[in-house]
């Protein structure tokens, strides 16, 4: 079936530490691959997304690559801020499907 | 623009009792979805409408929930009778398409049962 998996957390950090966030996925087909990020007290908001094999999605400073041959959408930081303290999900939606398949996310907590 | 709105932020209630749980969607939104996460675990999908019709129903976990979306506009979700394992926290998301376009979500209802 298709599912995703994402490292366990809470991952801690010190401020402007590099952040990697591992996911991986299975899925029939050529999925489309999201990851959303939850800040304390609001809702899901979308960080970023890639719609095929080698592209790679990126905002406020976060990046993932689509990457077909290990199956995985990995998301990357290089200077995290206090700021980006929040639960990070990755998801998936299979071509001609409405419904996102989440991990269980992971939450990342960055400390001055 | 007004985002995903849900209402009530947080529910305590007792085994048995019955909860329903509202859903506004961005004005103008076609597509609704509701989702659960239960205890720290991935969140799951439980349905989607279009307009008022039930387009996938396949993630909702028995009958003791129902969905409904009269006029096609906001939802509910109502559980009835209410059991332990329900607690969590629900998400409601629209669409403007179906098939890939962006699902902007609201900030969950956290449901918990006693």
């Known amino acids: 079936g298709n599912s995703v998996t994402q490292m366990e957390g809470p991952v801690t950090l010190s401020e402007e530490a590099f952040l990697t966030i591992n996911c991986t996925y299975t899925a029939t087909g050529y999925p489309s691959l999201f990851w959303y990020v939850q800040y304390p007290g609001e809702g899901l908001q979308l960080l970023l997304k890639?719609?095929?094999?080698?592209d790679k999605g990126s905002n406020k400073g976060f990046e993932a690559t689509y990457r077909k041959e290990t199956t995985s959408f990995h998301l990357e930081k290089g200077s995290v801020q206090v700021s980006d303290s929040a639960v990070y999900f990755c998801?998936?939606?299979?071509?001609?499907?409405?419904?996102?398949?989440f991990g269980a996310g992971t939450r990342l907590a960055v400390h001055p | 623009e007004a985002g995903v709105t849900q209402f009530p932020s947080h529910s305590v209630i007792e085994k048995g009792q019955t909860v329903t749980l509202r859903c506004d969607p961005i004005s103008g939104h076609d597509n609704l979805y509701w989702y659960r996460r239960v205890m720290g675990k991935e969140i799951k999908f439980l349905l989607h409408?279009?307009?008022?019709?039930?387009?996938?129903e396949s993630g909702m976990p028995n009958n003791r929930f129902l969905a409904e979306r009269t006029g096609g506009t906001y939802s509910t979700l109502k559980v009835q009778p209410a059991e332990l394992e329900d607690s969590g926290v629900y998400f409601c998301a629209s669409s403007q398409e179906s098939r890939g376009y962006e699902q902007y979500f609201g900030p969950g209802t956290r449901l918990t049962v006693t």
């Open positions: 890639a719609t095929k094999a080698d």
């Open positions: 998801a998936l939606l299979r071509g001609g499907y409405n419904k996102l398949i």
């Open positions: 409408f279009v307009k008022e019709s039930k387009q996938d």
